[in-house]
């Protein structure tokens, strides 16, 4: 294709590109570059513009400009966008997979930190010298961790396993930093090769269940203090009290707690105004809020919200929730107020010092 039978072709294709760089204000190097491929062919010019457009995006419900009035120069820029579309699609669908990418990376990191663990509490076992006598392995291997052997201290690793006299290869569970990890252990491999042992995941384990769900039947019009509960309907692991409405962690780990209720708010012709707090040692961590303005002739308005939290604490930590805005004649209704809370993931390093 030679320039001078594509004349109309090129000149539409340089309005545009002019028009592009105005709308996006483009250093003027890209236009200067562009300019610069006039030289050769319209052919080029046309990929050179689907590039550029990779990383300036236009669309067809953009105002074009005036060189594109006629119908004729119209089809010329839908074909255009449709070329540079089959381009910028293919390159979405590899932006998915280099993100999806990096979420694998990351999980991979968190492998790496529990190997680490399982190296620091292996390092004079997992550096044993080839040796062409198998018996003097075997040997250093026996002498490697005679705690570990007397059952003082939890397996971290398939060395460890293999020290404790497993010899079957499959999935094994180990202590990793914080929680317990499944892992396959390949016996037949030698301690120092990378496919000796293979992470899988983690194993949901915790020493013991912790979960309540509470409520209160009565309304509540005071603030500044923490909220109450009549009745608690489950209080597994005994971290809830119901009466002075503070959960204390009885295991460090990972928590969720959701509270739901329903504010009444009473005739006024003032915005009203209040809000709940979730509080941590005495610190606010969350807050729900809401307001009214009832100045119809309904006695009272009726406003539900929830607060919901996921929260790191620490053995002994301690949880509640109280009102901290309320407005004159506002109070928590009664019959709708409820508390519930569990232990999500322990964190075994801490439980089983």
């Known amino acids: 294709m030679n320039l001078k039978g594509n004349v109309t072709q090129l000149m539409l294709v340089l309005s545009l590109v002019r028009y592009k760089l105005r709308v996006y204000n483009e250093n ?8 610069k491929m006039a030289r050769f062919s319209a052919f080029r010019l046309v990929v050179l513009l689907m590039t550029w457009q990779t990383f300036a995006t236009f669309t067809l419900g953009e105002k074009l400009p005036k060189e594109f009035d006629d119908a004729k120069s119209k089809e010329t820029y839908e074909v255009l966008v449709q070329q540079i579309n089959k381009i910028t699609k293919p390159l979405a669908a590899k932006l998915a997979l280099l993100e999806a990418k990096i979420t694998e990376l990351e999980v991979q990191v968190q492998r790496q930190e529990s190997l680490i663990t399982s190296m620091k509490n292996q390092e004079s076992t997992n550096n044993l010298p080839v040796s062409e006598n198998s018996e003097t392995n075997s040997a250093l291997v026996r002498n490697a961790d005679a705690d570990l052997r007397q059952g003082t201290r939890l397996p971290t690793s398939c060395l460890d396993l293999r020290v404790n006299g497993h010899t079957s290869s499959g999935l094994y569970s180990i202590m990793g930093s914080k929680f317990v990890e499944t892992v396959f252990c390949d016996f037949s491999k030698q301690s120092f090769e990378t496919s000796f042992q293979k992470w899988i995941g983690y194993v949901d384990v915790k020493t013991a269940p912790v979960y309540f769900y509470v409520n209160r039947n009565s309304h509540l019009p005071t603030a500044n203090v923490s909220i109450t509960y009549e009745s608690a309907r489950v209080n597994v692991g005994g971290g809830m009290n119901a009466a002075t409405g503070k959960f204390t962690a009885p295991r460090t780990g990972i928590y969720f707690f959701s509270f739901s209720a329903v ?45 919901q939290s996921t929260v790191s604490l620490n053995k002994g930590d301690q ?35």
Do not use: M
């Not at 003027?28 to 300019?35: G, N, Q, R, V, Y």
């Open 28 to 35: 003027k190097l890209i236009l200067s570059t562009i300019l």
């Open 263 to 307: 504010a009444a708010f009473p005739a006024s012709s003032t915005l009203l105004e209040f809000s709940v707090g979730l509080y941590l040692n005495g610190t606010l961590i969350g807050a729900s809020y809401v307001e009214d303005a009832n100045i119809d002739s309904v006695n009272h308005h009726d406003c539900p919200f929830s607060l």
């Open 319 to 353: 949880i509640w929730l109280q009102i901290r805005l309320l407005s004159s004649r506002v109070y928590l209704a009664n019959h709708y107020t409820y508390f519930t809370g569990w232990l999500i993931e322990e964190d075994l390093s801490q439980s089983l010092l």
